[in-house]
């Protein structure tokens, strides 16, 4: 059975910072594309970041460019996201997700794995 789980989310003031981690297990992901989206209340799901198998290829929503890195560890089948300058708007669920492809998208339609969340609050 294929698994994502999401670690690291909590509560943290503006200007702090969270790593969140993003384990799977059941298969490899290391030949596939992974992305982070989030989930605020009242809202749709969102694109965070996306990155290609081999790491070398990031892609981020300009509301958090400059401030999240994505990253991945194939040898721990495992994807980061290292949140800096946090303010109140990113406060969400925020969710990892596998594609079974290869080639990066940042439409949540596009993946068909999914973790079960990890709220981060973000508060000013």
């Known amino acids: 059975q294929v698994q994502l789980v999401e670690s690291g989310g909590g509560l943290v003031q503006a200007g702090g910072s969270l790593r969140l981690s993003c384990a799977a297990s059941g298969r490899t992901f290391s030949r596939n594309a992974m992305g982070w989206f989030r989930q605020a209340p009242g809202k749709g799901r969102e694109f965070v970041a996306a990155?290609?198998?081999?790491?070398?290829?990031?892609y981020y929503a300009d509301s958090v460019k400059g401030r999240f890195t994505i990253s991945r560890d194939n040898a721990k089948n495992t994807m980061y996201l290292q949140m800096n300058s946090l303010i109140p708007e990113d406060t969400a669920v925020y969710y990892c997700?596998?594609?079974?492809?290869?080639?990066?998208?940042?439409?949540?339609?596009?993946?068909?794995?999914w973790g079960q969340g990890t709220q981060v609050t973000v508060s000013s």
């Open positions: 997700a596998a594609r079974s492809r290869v080639v990066v998208t940042t439409s949540s339609f596009s993946y068909d794995y």
């Open positions: 990155i290609n198998w081999s790491g070398d290829n990031t």
